[in-house]
Structure formats: C-alpha cells, structure tokens
C-alpha cells in the first residue's frame, strides 16, 4: 500500500498569501494518478486538481498542482477566505489511498 | 446533472448488520467505477469498496469478508451490506463515482453517518 504524508499538519495564513501544501508517497505515484480534494466542515469533499496538475471543472486558476514521482505540491496563489479548508491527496494504485490532510486556517 | 444521495446509516449495536444504498442520477452506475469512501470523525478519509463497470469489487482489508458491495442496475443504485460492525467503524460513509482513467473521484454524496455503539 502507498503511504502519502501530508505536510505542514497545519498551515496559519492570512488571505491573499500564497499558500504551498505538500504530499509525499512511500513510493512512485504515476503523475496521472494523483489527486486533490478540499473538504469543508460538513461538506463532502471536493475535487480540485487530478492527473497532478489538471484543474477540475470550476476550479479556479489560483489553484495549482506539480510534482511527479513521491513529491506533489498544492498551490494556492492568492488565498480568498473560501479556501480555508482541510486538503486531501489522494493516489490510485493498487488502492486508494489518501494523505492525513493539511489544514489551512486563518492567521 | 450527476448526483449521488446516501442514505440507511444510523445507530447500531457492534456485532450488527445495515445496508446503505448510494442512488445516483445524470448517469448510469452500470456504465461507473462506484465507490464507498468513509471519515471517522475528526479523521481523514479511508477508502472502503468499489465495485467496477463488469462487476468486479475489491475491498478494504479493513472490512474484507464483513462488507459487500453491490449494485441494482434497474434502480441505478449501489449499496454496502455491512455485517459484523465494529465500533471502529463508525464513520460518515460517502459514495463516490471514480474516473477509471484516472482513478480519482469526481461526484460525492452528502454522505451518511454510521455509528456503531451499545
């Protein structure tokens, strides 16, 4: 099974600050096989970004996905108060599997 | 438009058994990767089961041999036959139709809230 670290735990911004959230694999995680999801409290989560760096449909272009191999990174560029959320990676290989999520508050 | 609404969670004593039924809309789960995902409270999220467009399912090893997934093509729903439910599997259960090409989940329920507890 992959294992995918999420960090920071807890990342503290203000909005308009450019927000950078990690995802790291205990293996190579195809690039078409990457994914994340926002979840807000009481909400399903919400696709964002899939395939590592292809946007969803409505996702604004603020946000952005990189990486390949073990190392993916979320990119918010200018934080807007709706962004503050919990960020889910997610991977399919074998099974999926999900990060333990960045929470992103307000500083 | 696409949509997926959960529903049969609810209280039940560890040991016991529910279904949960995953009705979708705007598409055909005949045609779908279907899958069951789930939160624990204040936790991430775990993937449960998936069942394929030809039929075939994988599980969870957390609830292989308890869970079963199924689906009715006729009332365009999939459900999840939980038995043997332990208190560990208290959670909110999502359903969630996967993109086979790239295996994420573009469509979620609201989800339903199962709670195992004496």
């Known amino acids: 099974e992959i294992v995918l670290t999420q960090s920071p735990g807890t990342l503290s911004l203000s909005p308009g600050e450019r927000a950078t959230l990690s995802c790291r694999a205990s293996q190579t995680v195809g690039t078409s096989y990457l994914t994340w999801y926002q979840q807000k409290p009481g909400q399903a989560p919400r696709l964002l970004i899939y395939?590592?760096?292809s946007r969803a449909t409505g996702i604004p272009d603020r946000f952005s996905g990189s990486g390949s191999g073990t190392d993916f990174t979320l990119t918010i560029s200018r934080l807007e108060p709706e962004d503050f959320a919990v960020y889910y990676c997610q991977q399919y290989g074998s099974s999926p599997t999900f990060g333990q999520g960045t929470r992103l508050e307000i500083k | 438009e696409v949509q997926v609404v959960e529903s049969g969670g609810g209280l039940i004593q560890p040991g016991g058994s529910l279904r949960l039924s995953c009705a979708a809309s705007?598409?055909?789960?005949?045609?779908?990767?279907m899958s069951w995902v789930r939160q624990a409270p204040g936790k991430g999220l775990e993937w449960v089961s998936v069942?394929?467009?030809?039929?075939?399912?994988y599980y969870a090893d957390s609830v292989k041999g308890r869970f079963t997934i199924s689906r009715d093509n006729s009332k365009n729903t999939v459900y999840l036959q939980m038995n043997s439910l332990r208190a560990e599997d208290t959670a909110v259960y999502y359903c969630a139709r996967e993109q086979r090409e790239n295996g994420y989940f573009d469509n979620w329920g609201q989800g339903t809230l199962v709670t195992v507890s004496s």
């Open positions: 069942i394929y467009s030809g039929g075939t399912t």
């Open positions: 395939g590592a760096s």
């Open positions: 705007g598409f055909t789960v005949s045609s779908s990767y």
